[in-house]
Every structure is written in C-alpha cells, then in structure tokens.
C-alpha cells in the first residue's frame, strides 16, 4: 500500500534561532525544571534537520513513500518582524535543496512571512512556481491576526491561484491568552503543555478555520483549500453544534458544516485512534482524510498497520493512504 503524510516538519537550525531572538521572552517566569523540560522534548537533530538518514530510514521501516515537509517549531512565517521575509527565504531554499536530493520521497510546503502579507503571496508563488512546492503551511497567528483578516487577502488570493492547499497548523498562543487561560497553580511545563500541544494550540488552530468561514473569506475565495491536523483541530467533531447555534444568528449563506465540508481535509497528525478514525470517517468521509504522521515530534511504528488493520474498504484506505493527497496537491 503506498502511503503519503502530510504533516511532517524539519527544523532550520539558524532560522530557529533567529526567530527565537526576534520573538521576546515566552510567557510566564519559567520555574526551575523546566528547562530540563523542553531539552527533554527537542527532538533529535538529525531527525529535525535533516531529510536524509534517521528520518528516510524511518520512512522506510515504516511503510512511507513520500513525506510533505514543512518548517516545523518557531517557524518565521509566525514572526512579526520584518526581517520573517529573508528568514522563510531562507528556509524554503533550504528545504528545496534537501528534496532536491531525494525527489521521489520527499515534497515541500512553503514557508511564507505573514508579517508582509504581499511578499508572503509572492513567496508563495515562487516555492509553488519555481521550487516544485505543493502548497503552504501557516503556523498559528502573525500580530494576533488570523488569516480572515483582510490584510491577508492576499495571501487568499494566492493559495486560489495556485490551487493547492494552506495547512492551518497550530501555533503558539500570544503570551496574553497563554497566561490568562492556561496558568495556574502547577509547573510551567504543564501550562506549556496546556496552552500547546495538550489543548490550546488546537483550539486556537481550529478558530482559525472557523474565522475563515464566518468572515465569509471562502465565499469571497471559493476555491480556497485548507487542511487542518489533529482530526479537524476539535471542529471537525462539533459540526451539527456548530450549524444549530450558528444558525440561530441567520448569518451565513450555507451551514457552517456545508463550508466545511467543501473546503477542508483533516488529517490525523499522528494521532492514531482507531475509534477517531471511525468517527471522522462518518463526519466527513474517506474522501476527505489525508493521511499524517506529524513526525519528528510523534514518531510511530504503526504508520502501516494502523490503516492495515482499520475497518475501511478498500477504496477507502487507498484514498486516506495516497490518492486524496495526490489529487488535493498534484502528487
């Protein structure tokens, strides 16, 4: 069975540590273990760096054909600095080049600079155009906007005119919303796990999307194409909520569910439940699942086995396997 994920990060060692200088302090007075903490949750380097070695010998072990890799942690498409647009330059050069070793097993996605939302478009076109990429990742806000906002329309405009897909992926939370809802009395590690990968990154990653239907931005950009991870980021699981209370304000063209439905695939990131594939296989159809590790930061063995061992027909595990990929980015 030939497999494809989709949600699969390398990390630009001098971008990184950029981006970590331009961005400020993180939220909170850390405590004394933590430290420790995130040394303990880096991941290995040559997994995070390189496209080559450890990870294309996972690949194999595993079962994946082709990774779609894409700039992972404190990425510069988030940064609110000028200096976001030579940085994700930079990385998307970087990455180009690394595929360019591999072609046959690894993609790109662009990496594109928020901050300046008319070279972020142009970037765009250019890692589609000229490097081979097959679509863009955002990770989280830029300046506490979301992409509704109608400074980025023309980034909008872009995705549209390329006609490949934006993967809405979770970011940090500004320092504002990290202390007010995910402080507390326990360790800095837990509200850093709280407002990030436990909960609040894909919370927010999921207002993301919904921002994008209730402005109307996919009425004005009706060919716009996202994708979002970790089974829908909660809203691919409160769809009918979602069309009887949204509908009581009489607002929208459609139900919040038909836009949805039309416009977004979710993919698992790693998260390999068989009781959520089962679910969402319901809500949405095979259709509309593309398949995804979210390596390095989940590594798993099960890669294979767990669409193997799945309850699906076949038609449908071809289609989460490789064809929705292909079709949605021109695989």
Request: glycine share 8%.
């Amino acid at each position: 069975m030939r497999i494809i994920t989709v949600e699969e990060h390398f990390q630009h060692p001098q971008a990184v540590a950029r981006v970590l200088e331009l961005s400020g302090p993180a939220p909170g007075k850390p405590d004394a273990g933590f430290a420790g903490f995130l040394q303990e949750l880096t991941p290995d380097r040559d997994l995070a760096e390189r496209l080559a070695g450890k990870r294309l010998a996972h690949m194999d072990r595993v079962g994946i054909d082709v990774q779609v890799v894409s700039h992972g942690g404190n990425s510069p498409s988030a940064l609110d600095h000028p200096e976001a647009v030579e940085l994700c330059r930079m990385v998307n050069d970087s990455l180009a080049e690394q595929i360019s070793q591999h072609p046959t097993r690894f993609r790109g996605f662009a990496t594109i600079p928020l901050h300046d939302p008319v070279a972020a478009a142009d970037e765009m076109r250019r890692c589609v155009n000229e490097l081979g990429f097959v679509g863009t990742l955002v990770a989280g806000t830029c300046g506490g906007l979301f992409l509704d906002d109608e400074r980025f329309d023309p980034v909008l405009r872009a995705a549209e005119e390329v006609d490949l897909p934006i993967y809405v992926h979770p970011g940090v939370p500004p320092n504002s919303v990290s202390t007010a809802y995910y402080a507390g009395d326990w360790p800095t590690a837990v509200q850093f796990l709280f407002s990030s990968p436990a909960f609040g990154w894909h919370a927010e990653a999921g207002i993301h999307v919904l921002r994008l239907i209730l402005s109307g931005a996919l009425d004005r950009h009706p060919g716009l194409k996202l994708l979002s991870g970790h089974w829908g980021e909660l809203v691919a699981g409160w769809l009918d909520r979602l069309d009887e209370t949204v509908g009581w304000a009489d607002y929208l063209a459609r139900p919040v569910s038909d836009y949805y439905r039309e416009h977004v695939w979710i993919t698992p990131s790693g998260m390999y439940s068989q009781n959520q594939l089962k679910f969402f296989l319901a809500e949405m159809g095979a259709g509309r699942i593309i398949y995804a590790e979210d390596f390095p930061y989940v590594v798993r063995d099960n890669v294979s086995s767990f669409l193997e061992e799945a309850d699906l027909t076949a038609d449908e595990r071809s289609a989460i396997a490789y064809q929705n990929a292909e079709k949605v980015m021109r695989l």
